[in-house]
């Protein structure tokens, strides 16, 4: 028998970061990108006062994202998103987004800024679609295996999303 019904799929769970997060956070942050941060940088993150946000599914972290606002004109700065490998495809990064964007308004941001690989075609039409911007371009700002690589500059401003 053929059915149209989707199997049943576990729930994912949004909540803050803890320190107790930190080895699993770090376990995708190898495996997501080529030149990843180290634990230090989480910790440093974490001592600066940085909100931090994990997806979890069946107790297992799938994703995470950081940002920290400035408290000064209302700015904030998306530091870092990160879906697992094999949970990616399913919408994740852009709830995750959605949600860190809707956590930094409520900290009364008005606007948020990111930079992004100029390669990472999937990040940039993601923050696009989102509604982000591209301002600027720094050239040689990320490390890569055969030296360095571009970052676009992108902003959105977060008076215009709902929370």
Not at 25 to 47: G, Q, R, S, Y
Not at 85 to 101: I, M, V
Request: aromatic share 10%; glycine share 6%.
């Amino acid at each position: 028998m053929i059915t149209s019904e989707k199997p049943y799929a576990t729930p994912i769970i949004m909540r803050s970061m803890s320190w107790n997060d930190l080895d699993a956070v770090l376990a995708i942050e190898c495996l997501a990108n080529t030149h990843p941060w180290t634990m230090d940088n989480f910790n440093d993150c974490f001592k600066a006062g940085y909100y931090g946000q994990v997806m979890e599914q069946n107790g297992e972290i799938v994703a995470f994202g950081i940002f920290y606002t400035t408290g000064v004109a209302g700015k904030s700065y998306l530091m870092n998103v990160a879906v697992s490998p094999c949970h990616r495809r399913q919408g994740l990064g852009k709830q995750l987004l959605n949600r860190l964007l809707a956590n930094a308004k409520q900290l009364n941001a008005r606007v948020i800024f990111l930079e992004v690989r100029v390669s990472n075609r999937i990040a940039i039409d993601l923050y696009l679609e989102t509604g982000f911007s591209e301002i600027g371009h720094r050239q040689n700002y990320y490390p890569t295996k055969k030296g360095r690589e571009d970052a676009l500059v992108m902003v959105m401003d977060l008076t215009f999303i709902n929370e």
